[in-house]
Structure formats: structure tokens, C-alpha cells
């Protein structure tokens, strides 16, 4: 079942070499901090002036849609698909 949420979230990310890989590994919502243990799909989209990075990521039980704003430096959790 998929739920939208569209809450921003705080996450851990690793930038990789000269910045230009982006890696989230956590982040928290609803206070609780969830380890992301894949990264299943990337995507980039271009809103204005804005970078959008995209990523679909699951912690082992859930898949969530998450994504980084480049221009207000906001992570964005879009959706939590839940198995059942």
C-alpha cells in the first residue's frame, strides 16, 4: 500500500567525489530514524532554477520516495510504500 506523505525530513547523506554523487544512508520521520539499506532508483529533474535529485530507497521492510531541492537545500519524504 502506498501512502503519500510530501514531509520535509531530516536525512544523513554522503556527497562523493568533488560533490557531484549524492548518497543518502538515513533519515528521520515521524522521530524515528529509519537506515536506508538500498538505493533502488536515482533520477534528476530540473525545476527552474532547481535541481531536483530523486531517489527511491528501502530500508529493508519499506520503500520510500525521497528527494533533495538544490535550491532550498530541503529533503522532501514523498511517499512510504508499506508491504501488506
Do not use: C
Request: hydrophobic share 40%; charged share 20%; no cysteine.
Amino acid at each position: 500500500m502506498i501512502t503519500e506523505i510530501n514531509e520535509t525530513i531530516k536525512v544523513g547523506a554522503i556527497f562523493g567525489d568533488n560533490k557531484k554523487k549524492l548518497k543518502p544512508v538515513w533519515f528521520i520521520w515521524g522521530g524515528k530514524k529509519y537506515l536506508i539499506q538500498e538505493i533502488t532508483y536515482i533520477w534528476t529533474e530540473r525545476l527552474g532554477k532547481s535541481v531536483m535529485h530523486h531517489f527511491t530507497v528501502t530500508d529493508g521492510a519499506n520503500v520510500f520516495s525521497i528527494s533533495y531541492n538544490t535550491d532550498t537545500v530541503v529533503w522532501t519524504l514523498h511517499s512510504v510504500e508499506t508491504a501488506g
